[in-house]
């Protein structure tokens, strides 16, 4: 199993630095506008702020938007900070979960919830109006993945760049570093990469990389099923 590991290594390797396999590369974000913003107060001199990645749904609209604020703001590690806080919490609390997940609950009560978890905590400005404007809008059951996708441009922002690796078995360290190596020499200076490992049995073998919004799937069981669909396709006997 080891040995699978260590043969995709240089594959992926050849993958990220050339390209020869672009077959494998999938986009998984596009270009989105979102404007809202949700700072109680403006500027007096309106600061340029761009989100470092276009992101796009339901999520990605919400994050992007939350980043513009606190970058304007000057508060991004703090709003940040108090996301993950609200997110554990409601982890730790079935009941204070299923209330953002309830759809029967109504909007004054959710937008009140909010308020009050936010000034016990003490949280910013920012972080407050935000959440009162998600349970307004009745989305605070989608606040795990914004959260998830604010994390992923907040790490933009401070030159860190996260990669998801799936592997059968759990990355030995030696090949954990080689593909932190192969990944950094593809970023270059000024970028950190951040490794995720993941473990999946059902791949059989081999990688699959995810990063920079784009996929790098070298596993057995795609390459299986790209065999299986090439040896579906009829012949051309009447081929010279």
């Known amino acids: 199993m080891a040995r699978r590991l260590r043969s995709a290594l240089p594959l992926l390797r050849r993958t990220l630095t050339t390209d020869a396999q672009k077959a494998f590369v999938y986009p998984t974000f596009a270009n989105a506008e979102f404007s809202r913003n949700y700072s109680t107060t403006s500027p007096v001199k309106e600061q340029k702020v761009k989100v470092p990645f276009a992101m796009y749904g339901v999520s990605g609209n919400y994050a992007s938007a939350l980043y513009l604020a606190a970058v304007k703001a000057n508060v991004l590690?703090?709003?940040e900070s108090e996301l993950l806080v609200l997110i554990e919490a409601s982890k730790k609390s079935p009941k204070f979960s299923q209330f953002m997940k309830d759809l029967s609950v109504t909007a004054d009560i959710r937008v009140k919830a909010m308020h009050d978890i936010g000034s016990q905590a003490k949280f910013d400005n920012i972080t407050k109006n935000f959440l009162a404007v998600v349970a307004e809008s009745g989305r605070l059951g989608h606040i795990e993945r914004i959260a998830q996708r604010f994390?992923?441009?907040?790490?933009?922002?401070?030159?860190?760049?996260?990669?998801?690796v799936t592997s059968v078995i759990d990355l030995p360290p030696e090949e954990e570093k080689e593909l932190k190596e192969t990944l950094q020499d593809i970023l270059g200076q000024g970028k950190t990469v951040k490794l995720e490992?993941?473990?999946?049995?059902?791949?059989?073998?081999?990688?699959?990389?995810?990063?920079?919004?784009?996929?790098?799937?070298?596993?057995?069981?795609?390459?299986?099923l790209q065999m299986e669909r090439f040896l579906r396709q009829p012949i051309n006997l009447d081929a010279p």
């Open 77 to 79: 590690d703090k709003v």
């Open 151 to 164: 994390s992923e441009l907040t790490m933009a922002h401070r030159g860190e760049v996260k990669a998801t």
């Open 197 to 224: 490992k993941k473990v999946d049995p059902s791949i059989l073998g081999g990688l699959v990389v995810e990063f920079q919004q784009k996929v790098f799937d070298m596993s057995i069981k795609t390459r299986a």
